[in-house]
């Protein structure tokens, strides 16, 4: 098992939810969070005056999955996330996880069962 984490670019979110669900994962917490990388911020003008914003509105995704869905769900990821043919920085990252455990509350079932 593992867990997927992605942070994209808030208006890829629904194409990244449909390319999920073209690859059979429908399951998924998606956060509003902040951040910069290679971006580093941008520049704003607010009331005439010019100020610096160096964190960036981004949405996280957290995807548990078992082994068989890992790639699907990166390409799925990338397919619907990605600006254009080559991409642009800021598209985002993706993290793969190790998932020691996975335990539905409702049932008490654990592992692979469970998501």
């Known amino acids: 098992m593992k867990l997927i984490v992605a942070i994209i ?3 890829k979110l ?3 939810k449909e390319a999920l669900t073209d690859v059979e994962v429908f399951r998924l ?3 509003d969070v ?4 290679r971006q580093k911020g941008h520049t704003e003008v607010y009331r005439g005056h010019e100020f610096s914003v ?8 957290e995807i548990g999955v078992n082994e ?10 990338i397919r619907g996330g990605k ?4 991409g642009e920085i800021g598209d985002g990252k993706i993290f793969v ?9 409702r049932t008490g079932e654990r592992g692979e069962e469970a998501i």
């Open 9 to 11: 670019q808030p208006n």
């Open 14 to 16: 629904e194409a990244v």
């Open 29 to 31: 917490t998606v956060m």
């Open 54 to 61: 160096n964190l960036l509105r981004k949405v996280r995704l």
């Open 83 to 86: 600006t254009g043919e080559k």
């Open 34 to 37: 902040q951040g910069f990388g």
């Open 97 to 105: 996880l190790p998932m020691d455990d996975c335990i539905r509350i």
């Open 68 to 77: 068989e869905f890992v790639e699907p769900t990166i390409d799925a990821i």
